[in-house]
């Protein structure tokens, strides 16, 4: 039983080839044509460059700006015509603004597709640093703030240390009751605790303000050598696939119809 299937399966597929090589001019002209006017088409599409550019945002004590707000400023219609103006950009608006999210890091990268090599890299220039700019605004204010906070905290520890130090003084060149003693031990005990959490929380805000990070461009674009679209090859090979498949479906409905009219005729007769 499995034999027979087996040899109807493989008499079907040389029937099947048979009728391709019977048919191969009807398969070739399909599949020549489709390319060919795959070809034309293709070349004579107008030409999209893209210049890209990484974007790093600003960081004090924590980011300045998330990663999605970022993005929604970027993509703005406001941030591109602010750019295009800022930098004297008289050029409709960029044919696509793409971000991509460097995972792990405060990265973004953008990405500007426009028709001409050299004003992509200028419109992505435009945007990247207008966001820097604004983003400059951001990160001074709130740097501004933490140096006040410093300033403030070291402003009482020096109150303290002052504090710490009378009452060592008092205590070491006074003779005072137990009780007088016992309550200035507690107190010059409760100014050491108190300076020594100053001391840490100094610790802690100088490192925040050694890590801030201002909003730059931590890499510049530069101009494409190539357009991304259209994509020659890939249409071309589409094409060629595409256009062998209808080739071959053309051979079949050919031999189909062709059967058709002989067997008509021959009922006819």
Not at 84 to 110: S, Y
Not at 225 to 247: D, E, H, Q, T
Request: hydrophobic share 40%; net charge positive; with cysteine.
């Amino acid at each position: 039983m499995n034999n027979q299937q087996y040899a109807g399966d493989e008499i079907d597929l040389r029937d099947y080839i048979k009728v391709i090589i019977k048919r191969k001019k009807v398969v070739l002209f399909i599949f020549s044509i489709g390319v060919i006017i795959t070809t034309i088409v293709t070349f004579l599409m107008p030409k999209t460059y893209e210049a890209s550019t990484i974007i790093s945002i600003g960081n004090v004590a924590g980011a300045l700006i998330s990663k999605p707000e970022a993005i929604q400023v970027l993509k703005s219609k406001k941030m591109l015509s602010s750019a295009l103006r800022k930098f004297n950009l008289n050029v409709a608006g960029p044919e696509k603004i793409n971000l991509e999210d460097i995972t792990g890091t405060n990265l973004l990268r953008l990405k500007i597709e426009y028709d001409d090599p050299d004003l992509a890299v200028k419109i992505c220039e435009a945007i990247a640093n207008s966001f820097i700019s604004k983003g400059k605004d951001i990160y001074d204010r709130n740097f501004s703030l933490l140096n006040e906070k410093m300033g403030d905290l070291k402003q009482r520890e020096r109150i303290i240390k002052k504090e710490i130090k009378r009452l060592n003084q008092k205590i070491s060149t006074h003779q005072m009751e137990d009780f007088d003693s016992l309550h200035l031990q507690d107190t010059l005990l409760s100014y050491e605790n108190t300076y020594a959490g100053l001391n840490d929380k100094i610790y802690l805000l100088k490192n925040k303000l050694i890590n801030s990070k201002e909003f730059e461009l931590f890499e510049s674009p530069s101009k494409p050598k190539s357009p991304i679209k259209p994509n020659k090859k890939l249409n071309i090979a589409v094409s060629a696939v595409s256009g062998l498949m209808l080739g071959i479906f053309g051979a079949f409905f050919q031999e189909y119809w062709e059967k058709g009219k002989v067997k008509k005729s021959r009922q006819k007769s």
